[in-house]
């Protein structure tokens, strides 16, 4: 049947002993289904071609936790693999970190949408006191966590709990270097004024054995392309400092992501450097992790296609041909008249709050996570008497929710 229908098919099944599936919801569809007929259990109650890619999807996903556990690492940092063939690993950066209200909720967070270290970034205003609290406060988290820093009395605050120091070079690797090797953690060693090589060279004096080498990505404009060419050949894993190019860049951080992991992966990267400081690169964690499962999926694949996840969100990866609509005449719109007509009913205030669609009429909040929702509730109440009305909520709840949907802000009356 159709992947439209809604209907339960049961009463014909008990009838005919024939068993009813759906089909796609759209008969183009239908030459990527017939030819798995057979192949694969299709669904009563979900749509085939929705089927089909949650199968791809949840297949891909198991692919890739395959292959992590397969994965043979250069070492672990508190049981995440680092290096070797295991995936690149997401550190996501929660900057100034001393200065987050609820760090442990931030962190949780960050952990949910996909980080697997979450690394605390303290600025020149924090003090050794604060890395203490901050650390102490996630002592019990499960998950790595990172110290940002080249303090090294902010470093040493750190080193009850942190299992990763960024960033080592000449001025700090002989003023705290043996501590961070006497206690085990991992370093980051970045070039500085004396090089990688070298810095990395005075770690390994210190004692520091978990060590990933960063060249430095530059920003788009500052030697993106020039910085690249430092990657290859470095013989301890490496970091790609990701986030300076997709904060640095006015674009949208989802295309930006795919590729620099794209770029990584090919140099090899070990971890991946990813932030959400500003607005425009909220969601970058769930985007990387994404982009860094596409890569783990690449092997043996020329290109990071048809791998059963993908990062495409608004653009489609193939257009759907509709047929033509079938009508005899043409009505042309008239304009709509200038002048507002207020329902005897009142007046919606709406906004998004936390996730959430809300529709404010005289004190009363009409709440819920769908527009359809909350429109049929306000519908169910009473609180609509004129169709133009009915149709302005509509509109208005829908854009609210692809507000929330997008991550963007919303304004009722304005351009979405």
């Known amino acids: 049947m159709t992947g439209m229908s809604t209907s339960s098919f049961a009463e014909v099944e008990r009838v005919t002993g024939v068993p009813v599936f759906l089909g796609p919801r759209h008969a183009a569809d239908l030459s990527l289904i017939l030819p798995l007929v057979g192949e694969i259990a299709l669904s009563r109650t979900i749509p085939a071609d929705d089927f089909l890619a949650q199968k791809k999807k949840e297949e891909a996903m198991r692919r890739v936790e395959d292959l992590e556990k397969q994965a043979i690492p250069e070492y672990l940092i508190r049981s995440t693999k680092i ?23 931030k962190v949780a967070d960050f952990f949910s949408m996909g980080a697997d270290i979450v690394d605390l970034g303290f600025g020149f205003d924090a003090t050794p006191g604060d890395v203490e609290r901050c650390f102490e406060e996630l002592h019990d988290f ?85 910085s690249l060419c430092n990657f290859p050949d470095i013989e301890y894993p490496v970091f790609f400092g990701a986030g300076n190019v997709t904060e640095l860049l006015d674009a949208d951080s989802i295309g930006i992501n795919a590729l620099l992991a794209g770029l990584a992966h090919e140099l090899g990267a070990s971890v991946i450097f990813t932030s959400e400081h500003s607005d425009k690169t909220a969601g970058s964690i769930r985007e990387m992790r994404r982009a860094t499962g596409m890569m783990a999926l690449l092997e043996g694949r020329p290109y990071p296609k048809d791998l059963g996840i993908d990062l495409l969100v608004l653009k489609e990866k193939r257009k759907r041909r509709e047929p033509p ?48 929702d909350v429109f049929y509730t306000i519908l169910k109440a009473g609180r609509v008497s004129l169709m133009d009305h009915a149709a302005y909520l509509g509109k208005e709840l829908y854009k609210a929710g692809l507000a929330i949907r997008f991550g963007r802000s919303f304004e009722q009356d304005g351009p979405f």
């Not at 290096?83 to 909720?105: C, F, Q, T, Y």
């Not at 206690?183 to 390994?204: C, D, K």
């Not at 200038?338 to 959430?356: H, K, L």
């Open 83 to 105: 290096g070797g063939n295991s995936r690149m690993k997401v550190l996501a950066e929660i900057m100034d970190a001393h200065k987050v209200p609820d760090l442990p909720g």
């Open 142 to 226: 499960p998950g790595p966590l990172a110290v940002d820093t080249q303090d090294p009395a902010l470093i040493s605050a750190a080193l009850d709990r942190a299992d990763l120091v960024l960033s080592l070079q000449e001025e700090n690797i002989p003023v705290i270097g043996d501590e961070v090797g006497a206690v085990g953690v991992g370093a980051v060693i970045v070039p500085g004024q004396s090089g990688l090589e070298e810095n990395i060279r005075a770690a390994e004096r210190a004692g520091i054995s978990c060590i990933i080498a960063d060249p430095l990505l530059q920003p788009v404009g500052s030697g993106l392309a020039e």
């Open 325 to 372: 609509l079938a009508y005899e005449h043409v009505v042309k719109a008239d304009t709509m008249p200038s002048e507002i007509v207020y329902d005897p009913c009142g007046n919606f205030r709406i906004g998004i709050e936390g996730g959430y669609i809300v529709a404010v009429i005289e004190g009363e909040a009409y709440r819920g996570e769908r527009w359809e």
